[in-house]
């Protein structure tokens, strides 16, 4: 039979695995509760992963529509920096700055409104320019049969040496030759023949310049340049002064016009009244000649009632003629009236 400490053995065995099964279910459960944390936290993360994705996704393609983009404004300014250069290449030789200056200025012109008031000249070959005087490039017919020279050929070689310059001493130096070569400019103008070119005389020559920083330039190296031009008869003009003098002159034109208009329709009132006049004066014969009629009617209905109406009642007296008496005429005592006719002492009548 067995003993006691046997069977005490035996529960505290029982007793044991009991308390070893309960601590292995707790950690079964705090297992499972972390593996359904952590799928709670998965799913909760999952949709901010997929914006992150998306963002990645789109900051790929902005980054690749970017390095496309830079690609082809790298092409650009390579061609605009060509296209440069190659202007102001041209803008150095004097046909290709003539050129340019001239279309300048029509288009000045056009804005201001003068361009029918303005004879444009083209510019004229080395043959031409061997024989013939030099002419300008615009000439503005002002009110009163005067003239406006203007020339378009601003020497600008050296203010595009101060632009390309790279150092402040070169362009300087550029900048000063930029004023010298516009002043030597100014004193060949005042020397050309414009003035006997045309008739009248054109009495000042316009000196055009195709910028504002052109005239600028020049003026920070030589204020006194715009003051000694004008004592040449030469006025320095940039597109903006010019237009200010076009529309001056335009207003000038706009004023003759209206005079011209004025006499115009005074001379046509006077043409009007007198026609009136010649009107009121067949009007007034008509009444005249109604007034007469009017007479003569009056006359014959009082002949009819002394002379003719006693023989026709004695006629039927003694049976001759019919039984219906005669229609007796009402006499018309309603005068025409005469119109009044316009004052116009020593005006004949028209025929």
């Known amino acids: 039979m067995p003993s006691a400490t046997f069977w005490i053995a035996i529960v505290l065995a029982a007793g044991a695995g009991v308390a070893l099964a ?8 705090r297992a499972r509760n972390a593996a359904t944390d952590a799928r709670t936290a998965a799913d909760a993360a999952r949709p901010m992963a997929d914006a992150l994705a998306r963002i990645e996704s789109q900051m790929r393609e902005i980054e690749a529509q970017r ?3 830079m690609g082809g404004l790298e092409a650009h300014l390579a061609t605009l920096g060509k296209e440069t250069l190659a202007l102001s290449q041209a803008l150095r030789g004097p046909n290709a700055r003539g050129r340019w200056g001239e279309l300048t200025l029509r288009r000045v012109a056009e804005l201001a409104g003068m361009a029918p008031y303005c004879d ?6 080395p043959e031409q320019q061997a ?3 030099k002419r300008p490039d615009m000439l503005v017919k002002l009110p009163g049969g005067r003239t406006l020279a203007v020339d378009a050929k601003a020497p600008l070689a050296a203010y595009l040496d101060a632009e390309e310059a790279s150092d402040p001493a070169s362009r300087a130096a550029a900048l000063d030759r930029h004023a010298q070569q516009l002043w030597r400019h100014v004193q060949d103008l005042s020397t ?12 000042m020559v316009v000196l055009f310049l195709p ?5 600028s330039a020049a003026l920070e190296r030589n204020r006194d340049l715009l003051e000694a031009a004008l004592a040449k008869k030469v006025l320095l003009a940039t597109p903006v002064t010019l237009v200010s003098i076009l529309k001056g002159v335009s207003y000038g034109w706009r004023q003759e016009r209206l005079a011209k208009n004025a006499e115009e329709l005074r001379r046509i009132a006077g043409e009007f009244h007198e026609r009136v006049r010649a009107f009121a ?9 109604l007034s007469k009629a009017i007479e003569a009617y009056n006359r014959s209905v009082a002949s009819w009632d002394a002379r003719l109406l006693p023989s026709l009642k004695r006629m039927r007296e003694l049976g001759v003629g019919g039984s219906a008496e005669p229609p007796q005429p ?7 009236r005469q119109p009044e006719l316009p004052e116009s002492p020593g005006m004949n009548r028209p025929a």
């Open 22 to 29: 309960a601590l292995w279910m707790q950690v079964l459960m």
């Open 192 to 203: 050309r023949e414009y003035w006997a070119q045309f008739d009248p005389a054109p009495e």
């Open 120 to 125: 444009f000249f083209e510019q004229q070959t």
């Open 131 to 133: 024989g013939d005087k």
């Open 330 to 336: 009402a006499r018309i005592d309603t005068a025409a």
């Open 211 to 215: 910028g504002e920083h052109f005239m």
């Open 67 to 69: 390095q496309h983009a």
């Open 281 to 289: 004066e067949y009007y007034a014969d008509s009444g005249r000649h």
